[in-house]
């Protein structure tokens, strides 16, 4: 079984994704391919595009359970819903015990973004050298913000948290369920800050877990 891992990130992943979900409701197929796992990772809470795409695709996956397409390994060419759209938790095999921080649901789950970058760092219990080259990085403001809502336009914020992808639970999951024949897919813009470290930090992650693996970008 082949599947695609779609990668949305920030705003324009989310929407892209949206759009794709309602090509697959209309019945285009997705040449080998048997199903699709997408992986929204956007830490703006309050970002609408986002929540608009998770509410669809949970909508997709009933719509889809009450339909009951073609049984699995027989051709879903045209069909309404016929592909199959899973979430990353979902792949875990019969009697595989999956960790329990890698939630059911269809986005990453950032931690630490209810806490401004300062205590996010930890900052007073950094050493001074390293104190002293946190504020030359960033300035009062910038270590005083809530990260709730994103980065606001700020790489040199986004490069630190981001890299909490790197070691996280989801990506050890998806590291161990990624197999031969599957594909991975990177959304993003090329504007935004969060996007292009998300999608730098994701992609070099996957090139250095899995070398053999086919990804591509837009």
Do not use: H, W
């Not at 080998?32 to 992986?39: G, K, L, Q, Y």
């Not at 890698?102 to 219990?125: A, C, H, I, Q």
């Not at 998300?198 to 877990?209: G, I, V």
């Amino acid at each position: 079984m082949s599947t695609l891992y779609i990668f949305g990130i920030g705003g324009t992943g989310s929407r892209v994704i949206r759009s794709l979900t309602m090509l697959l409701a209309a019945g285009v197929e997705l040449k080998n391919c048997d199903r699709v796992v997408p992986i929204i990772i956007d830490p703006d809470a309050t970002n609408g595009d986002k929540q608009r795409t998770i509410e669809l695709l949970k909508t997709y996956q009933r719509l889809r359970a009450q339909i009951k397409p073609a049984a699995p390994g027989a051709s879903t060419a045209g069909q309404f819903f016929g592909a199959d759209i899973q979430t990353l938790a979902s792949l875990a095999r019969p009697g595989e015990q999956r960790d329990t921080r890698v939630k059911d649901t269809f986005e990453y789950s950032f931690s630490g973004m209810e806490e401004p970058l300062r205590d996010y760092l930890r900052y007073t219990s950094l050493p001074v050298e390293s104190q002293y080259l946190v504020d030359l990085l960033f300035d009062p403001k910038s270590l005083d913000e809530n990260l709730k809502v994103g980065f606001k336009g700020s790489p040199n914020v986004g490069s630190v948290v981001l890299n909490q992808l790197v070691d996280s639970p989801e990506f050890q999951f998806f590291g161990n369920e990624f197999r031969a024949g599957d594909r991975i897919f990177f959304i993003s813009s090329i504007f935004g800050a969060r996007a292009r470290r998300a999608s730098r930090c994701c992609s070099r992650t996957c090139a250095t877990a899995m070398p053999t693996c086919r990804t591509s970008s837009c």
